[in-house]
């Protein structure tokens, strides 16, 4: 892992791929443990008991690709695409750039996020999908930001606590680019 060069910054090694698919590997046995059913396997389940995968847009396309390769039970993917980043700042308003992709009406939806920090993004996306007649909202993240992290509940399947830095690589993008990285930099 070398620096990488991203618009006017320089990012350096932060967290080498190895590492993030063992924090995948960690959420996904936690996922399986919470949803397989011996009695309800592919085939057996009615529909309002399979959940739904979100993807967070796009961030989380790559977390959500590698947690699907993982998951031992059935499930449907769903997306949709929110935006509350500028650069490396977060305008603290969440806006909805394409609607959900399903309904979802009745079903358990399992939030899949690249990062949360302060929390506003997934509290707001919670109460929407609530809102839109979800059964239960869980809350899936490949990172959390501990010490900015404001909402008053707790997130359901975390894979790893990091410091509040900016970070690019995995999914993660600043203005856009950096999201094809293997491995997990941080600003220098």
């Known amino acids: 892992m070398d620096k990488v060069y991203i618009h006017d910054k320089v990012f350096v090694p932060f967290i080498p791929y190895e590492k993030v698919a063992q924090i995948i590997d960690n959420v996904a046995d936690r996922l399986n443990e919470d949803f ?7 085939g057996k389940r009615s529909e309002n008991d399979i959940p739904v995968l979100l993807c967070v847009l ?5 977390f959500t690709g590698e947690l699907l390769k993982r998951i031992n039970f059935p499930v449907e993917l769903a997306s ?3 935006s509350s980043y500028v650069g490396t700042t977060s305008t603290g308003v969440v806006k909805e750039t394409m609607p ?3 309904d979802i009406k009745g079903k ?6 690249d990062i949360v920090d302060t929390g506003n993004t997934i509290i ?3 109460k929407k999908l609530l809102d839109a007649g979800a059964k239960d909202v869980r809350i899936c ?3 959390l930001k501990p010490e900015v992290f404001c909402g008053k509940d707790k997130l359901d399947y975390v894979g790893a606590e990091i410091p509040n830095r900016f970070i690019v690589g995995f999914g993660l993008d600043y203005d856009e680019l950096g999201r094809n990285l293997k491995d997990i930099y941080v600003l220098e």
């Open 36 to 42: 397989c059913d011996p009695d309800h396997s592919y």
């Open 58 to 62: 796009h961030g989380s396309i790559m």
């Open 80 to 82: 949709m695409k929110l």
């Open 100 to 102: 959900l992709s399903t």
């Open 108 to 113: 358990t939806v399992i939030v899949c996020e």
């Open 124 to 126: 707001a996306l919670k």
């Open 141 to 143: 993240t490949m990172l």
